[in-house]
């Protein structure tokens, strides 16, 4: 067994978009994850080169690591996990080879998804807080027939929270930035879209995809 080497804020705990065979987005994976997939040889690593997509099994993905000059150009930040006896490049796209599970059609309805839909912002002042100061907010109450669901939960800091308390935005002078939806697409996804070094997984998901539940 490959002895991989992990440290705080370790590349091993980055992500990977895992596809299916049809290369149709199923999930999303940690990177620690994904070389264990690779390992027992139950996917493929795909590199985006050019517009191209290459395939390499576990192999011949560290042979071609051992070429770093390859990756240059390619926009990716780059990261790389150093093992006892070799350094491979971290793949931000693995194929599935042995089951053609379907993309999963809905967004999951829970708090990460909300904290990110409202980019952690609170959506009455607009401040942006971390998310042990944030809470979620019913819009209209529930003691008023509030229903817990993606257009009547928004973040809320707890201020703005104890401000509003049981009444409504207009019974207390408060106004949303933003009206409350369900979202077409994982909103974390969407987070880590906004970073560099994950601009290749943008090859696989089109619109037919945006939908794809991602953990």
């Avoid at 993606?150 to 703005?160: D, G, L, Y």
Wanted: some cysteine; overall charge positive; glycine content about 4%.
């Amino acid at each position: 067994m490959t002895e991989w080497e992990s440290s705080k804020n370790s590349p091993l705990d980055s992500s990977v978009l895992v596809l299916n065979r049809f290369f149709a987005a199923m999930q999303v994976v940690t990177v620690r994850r994904a070389f264990v997939m690779l390992c027992s040889e139950r996917a493929e690593a795909v590199y985006v080169n050019n517009g191209n997509y290459e395939s390499y099994d576990f192999e011949s993905w560290r042979e071609l690591s051992k070429m770093r000059e390859y990756f240059k150009d390619d926009g990716d930040e780059g990261e790389w996990v150093r093992t006892i006896s070799f350094d491979i490049r971290v793949p931000r796209v693995i194929r599935v080879l042995v089951y053609d599970r379907l993309p999963q059609a809905d967004v999951r309805f829970n708090r990460r998804n909300i904290f990110a839909r409202d980019d952690n912002r609170c959506q009455y002042c607009g401040r942006r807080c971390p998310m042990s100061e944030l809470s979620l907010d019913h819009v209209v109450p529930l003691s008023r027939g509030g229903l817990t669901n993606w257009t009547n939960i928004v973040c809320s800091c707890a201020e703005c929270n104890k401000r509003k308390g049981g009444r409504l935005p207009a019974e207390a002078h408060m106004r949303l930035i933003q009206t409350p939806k369900k979202p077409k697409r994982s909103p974390i996804l969407s987070m880590k879209l906004r970073q560099p070094k994950y601009t290749s997984w943008r090859h696989f998901l089109n619109e037919a995809y945006w939908s794809v539940s991602l953990k």
